[in-house]
Nanobody, 115 residues
Framework: QVHLVESGGGLVQAGGSLRLSCAAS????????MGWYRQAPGKQRDLVAQ???????NYGDSVKGRFTISRDNAVNTVYLQMNSLKPEDTAVYYC?????????WGQGTQVTVSS
């Protein structure tokens, strides 16, 4: 069983930055496609960023050029660096550990961007 714990969310002004962390236990982040998703109230959960075991990255169109996903294998943690934040980035951000046939989710961390 893989357990994911997100941290780093909070309240920030537009234009500011935050770094989210996703610490994994029970499974190595190097063998899964690790992803960040977000869900705003009343909306579906959307992909923000992904990093594959081969370190290929993929980003949602709305965050390209502003967000960066990275992985620290030594501490089994995935990060999401978020720069130039906008009010529309406000959402609960979830970490995902995807092995293909099964996946796991963290509990989420709230990010609120004020205008």
């Amino acid at each position: 069983q893989v357990h994911l714990v997100e941290s780093g969310g909070g309240l920030v002004q537009a234009g500011g930055s935050l770094r989210l962390s996703c610490a994994a236990s029970g499974g190595a982040v190097t063998i899964a496609t690790m992803g960040w998703y977000r869900q705003a109230p009343g909306k579906q959960r959307d992909l923000v960023a992904q990093i594959t075991p081969g370190s290929n990255t993929n980003y949602g169109d709305s965050v390209k050029g502003r967000f960066t996903i990275s992985r620290d294998n030594a501490v089994n943690t995935v990060y999401l660096q978020m720069n130039s934040l906008k009010p529309e980035d406000t959402a609960v951000y979830y970490c995902n550990y995807d092995l293909g046939l099964t996946d796991y989710w963290g509990q989420g961390t709230q990010v609120t961007v004020s205008s």
